[in-house]
């Protein structure tokens, strides 16, 4: 194994695509300043070893994943569809435990949370691998890629819980690939985390199965889902999966109690029929209601999707109107800097709660939770 000095560890806390418009693209921002006592960090080309959770064992040293509604049945020597998980003689293994490909620390509004600790950091953190294939995914370099084919650095559970502290954030976000396949890393750095007063975030596509996110949610303390769409089709044919069951998540998400958002990534032609927008909206009221805030958020060209332009203001505008016509209280325009959409209203005297622009919090007007102008109780986890 080598040993990282510390100019490499920040060389490779720093790497990452361009594209800061993006909303949870990996980015070239100021990392946290590490002492030279703490952990230190190794490269390796080992995969882990580690035995994963929810799985079903069948005949002829054959498994079934029970972790994501694919429920791929894996064969002996052979990896589920993420890549990242594997049988060996009838026993199934997370290749990626403790094996981060990517780590900075990031605005909590990047991911984008906007009703979660704002102004505040999130140590993030990606391990190669994930259960979809989205034609437009910001960082496929990772998402699509098994974990042979990444650069990881060995940072356990409790690295990753000691550089949260040291780097003065207040959360740890599972972040920029899908965080479901690496569920058990994600679970034990929750548990870490909360010993040490840190929360934890899960920004995921959702597609996961209800029991596994049950026990998640004890130790995570918001969750982020992009829903890309609200067609079946597009769940399809763009992204290698089923819509059914991130409804269902979002379901079980306001069931179990925990704070969640909503990121919608409107693609041009794709997904900005202002139909199926209104069919979201009428939906999200009347299954989770008017407070969970809803991003719309701009689709800037890249991986599989280069072809198509980058969504018109004019679109997302449209869909910010439709919702809030549609009853819903907190949404939001997102990676167009400096637009109002970006800011929270207080729903009742309509006055700005939270001013922003970008990742930048320009005002603050929240006290306790509540609207200083008019005391409206504010959803959303503020302290």
Request: a positive charge.
């Amino acid at each position: 194994m080598k040993k990282l000095k510390r100019r490499e560890f920040f060389k490779y806390s720093l790497a990452g695509t361009g594209g800061a418009l993006c909303s949870n693209l990996i980015t070239k921002i100021p990392f946290i300043a590490i002492p030279d006592t703490a952990y230190a960090l190794s490269s390796t080309g080992k995969l882990s070893h580690v035995e994963a959770k929810y799985y079903k064992k069948l005949e002829h040293k054959e498994i079934e994943c029970q972790l994501c509604p694919k429920k791929c049945k894996v064969g002996d020597r052979e990896r589920g569809y993420c890549g990242v998980r594997e049988n060996k003689k009838g026993i199934y293994y997370t290749l990626v435990y403790g094996l981060a490909c990517s780590f900075h620390k990031d605005p909590i509004e990047k991911k984008p949370f906007f009703h979660f600790l704002p102004g505040t950091d999130a140590f993030s953190i990606a391990t190669a691998g994930c259960n979809l294939n989205c034609k437009f995914c910001q960082n496929w370099e990772i998402s699509q890629a098994r974990p042979e084919q990444t650069y990881n650095i060995e940072l356990s559970p409790e690295a990753v819980a000691e550089y949260a502290l040291k780097g003065n954030s207040s959360s740890i976000a599972y972040t920029y690939s899908e965080p479901t396949v690496f569920y058990e890393y994600m679970l034990d750095c929750a548990k870490l985390g909360r010993q040490k007063g840190v929360k934890s975030v899960m920004v995921s596509a959702g597609y996961i199965q209800p029991e596994p996110l049950v026990e998640l949610c004890k130790e995570l303390d918001a969750v982020k889902i992009d829903l890309k769409a609200f067609t079946e089709k597009y769940y399809q044919e763009i992204c290698r999966g089923k819509l059914q069951p991130v409804l269902d998540t979002l379901k079980e998400l306001k069931k179990i109690g925990i704070w969640y958002e909503i990121v919608y990534l409107m693609v041009p032609t794709l997904n900005d029929d202002m139909k199926d927008i209104k069919k979201m909206c009428e939906w999200i009221l009347s299954n989770l209601g008017p407070d969970v805030p809803v991003h719309f958020t701009r689709f800037i060209p890249l991986y599989l999707l280069k072809n198509l332009p980058p969504t018109p203001v004019s679109s997302l505008e449209q869909a910010r109107k439709i919702a809030q016509e549609s009853g819903l209280k907190f949404v939001y325009i997102g990676n167009v800097g400096g637009h109002e959409g970006e800011n929270t209203y207080c729903p009742k005297c309509k006055k700005i709660l939270v001013g922003r622009y970008g990742f930048t919090i320009t005002q603050m007007n929240l006290q306790k939770g509540k609207c200083k102008f008019c005391g409206e109780k504010i959803p959303g986890v503020w302290g």
